[in-house]
């Protein structure tokens, strides 16, 4: 059963940084893209990125477009978001998600960490 954990979640003020890491285990697929969402309280989940499974391609959302960095590390099964320059916007739990290529839907699901930017 493939199981994906995220960390580095916490508390900053505006403008700072975090990075947040998804480490994937238990599964054996080959091609995946990874994805980052969030989803702030009262509000439904929304895209943030996501990459290829080559790495190769990536797609941002508006919001976060030129302060977001995705990254993954096939070898060690593991992906990466840095985020630079946060807003209090930005506050929210954000999840991590895989999707085997040729699948419509993100296939499976971290439980999320929780990031916090006050102004």
């Known amino acids: 059963q493939m199981h994906l954990a995220e960390s580095g979640g916490g508390s900053v003020q505006a403008g700072g940084s975090l990075r947040l890491s998804c480490v994937h285990s238990g599964g054996t697929y080959s091609t995946y893209s990874m994805g980052w969402f969030r989803q702030a309280t009262g509000k439904g989940r929304e895209f943030v990125a996501i990459?290829?499974?080559?790495?190769?391609?990536?797609h941002y959302a508006d919001s976060v477009k030129g302060r977001f960095t995705i990254s993954r590390d096939n070898a060690k099964n593991t992906v990466y978001l840095q985020m630079e320059n946060l807003k209090p916007e930005d506050t929210a739990v954000y999840y991590c998600?895989?999707?085997?290529?040729?699948?419509?839907?993100?296939?499976?699901w971290g439980q999320g960490t929780q990031v916090t930017v006050s102004s």
């Open positions: 998600a895989m999707r085997i290529v040729g699948s419509i839907h993100y296939d499976f």
């Open positions: 990459v290829s499974w080559n790495g190769s391609i990536r």
